[in-house]
């Protein structure tokens, strides 16, 4: 399964992927709402050279909650606005991140 997702200039300025309309892709056990004490079950999400960063999903605001991935892709490949990034399942809860 993949997720294609068109980056936001405030996306990339603030660090989130969103995943709005997407929620359902993701089992509920790793969705959380807001607090800090609401997370969900950490996935794993790998940007394409092997590094890997551990997150949930937060339901209220519709992305990851670490940030780090996209600010990674930022950093290595240059992803600004405009561009699709792609969000590949490779198990239940291990996920790919990479620009398209």
Avoid: P
């Amino acid at each position: 399964m993949n997720i294609l997702i068109t980056l936001t200039q405030g996306a990339i300025k603030n660090g989130y992927i969103n995943l709005r309309g997407n929620l359902d892709k993701f089992e509920s056990r790793y969705i959380g709402a807001s607090g800090e004490d609401q997370h969900g079950h950490m996935l794993l999400l790998d940007i394409d050279d092997g590094e890997t960063f551990g997150s949930d999903v937060c339901s209220t605001y519709h992305r990851f909650r670490n940030r780090t991935a996209l600010k990674a892709l930022v950093q290595k490949y240059g992803v600004k606005a405009g561009d699709t990034i792609s969000l590949k399942k490779l198990s239940t809860s291990h996920w790919s991140i990479s620009k398209m």
